[in-house]
């Protein structure tokens, strides 16, 4: 299978615990995405990579996120003090291209992460 | 920032009918539309995409118009079958501006056999 893949799958935390997500993204693709998406909404921009230069980062992503491409492949998302809130879909997404036009996003199947 | 609307948000059509959702968009630098379906506990996928130099884009059952005047898009699914049942999402991006989608909120389509 060479589309995006994410791990963990599931991930069940106490609050205030961190945890840490990684996506792999499709091998030629040069931009990756995280989105989160809860119950019956869309997913929801969080931040955006070209190569391993984090380019953009929603105001939905507080102090207590951070995400990493160190060598331009994969990636990490990091929640520190989890909250009852951060319980959510974590989904990747990764695309070609450099500059305009924007490219088709390709999905993983998403981390769902619940907060006990 | 972009807004995109979708409705609507349920939508439930016998076997063989067609299937229309719309969704509009405030961001007239906007120009580039996919539309995705996710299935329950799966992946969004992309079905089809549209360009803002371009008015109608089909693929098979599936077709995708774009008023740019009006700042809308609409899917358009016809004979639909019961595998089509899913949740759709529109999404509004603008290449100029940066690279995030904006997604609408959903449609959930039940194809009725």
């Known amino acids: 299978d060479t589309g995006v893949s994410q791990d963990p799958r599931h991930k069940i935390t106490k609050r205030g615990q961190n945890v840490t997500f990684r996506c792999d993204p499709i091998?030629?693709?040069?931009?990756l995405y995280w989105y989160r998406q809860t119950l019956g909404q869309g997913p929801e921009f969080l931040t955006y990579?070209?190569?391993?230069?984090?380019?953009?980062k929603s105001r939905l992503l507080s102090d207590r996120f951070s995400a990493e491409r160190p060598k331009g492949s994969f990636s990490t998302l990091e929640i520190q003090r989890t909250e009852q809130g951060d319980s959510a879909m974590y989904l990747c997404?990764?695309?070609?291209?450099?500059?305009?036009?924007?490219?088709?996003?390709?999905f993983g199947d998403g981390t769902r992460l619940s907060i006990l | 920032g972009e807004n995109v609307e979708q409705h609507p948000s349920t939508l439930s059509v016998q076997e063989g009918d067609s299937a229309v959702i719309k969704c509009t968009y405030s961001?007239?630098?906007?120009?580039?539309f996919p539309w995705y379906k996710q299935e329950l506990g799966k992946r969004p996928q992309l079905i089809i995409d549209i360009r803002s130099n371009v008015g109608e884009k089909k693929d098979q059952r599936i077709a995708v118009t774009l008023n740019k005047t009006a700042k809308h898009f609409s899917l358009h699914i016809t004979e639909t079958q019961p595998e089509d049942s899913a949740v759709y999402f529109c999404a509004a991006s603008a290449s100029l501006v940066g690279n995030q989608f904006y997604f609408g909120t959903g449609t959930s389509l039940t194809v009725i056999p």
């Open positions: 091998s030629e693709h040069n931009r």
């Open positions: 961001d007239s630098a906007s120009n580039y």
């Open positions: 997404a990764s695309s070609r291209g450099t500059g305009s036009p924007n490219q088709p996003q390709h």
């Open positions: 990579f070209q190569n391993e230069a984090q380019l953009e």
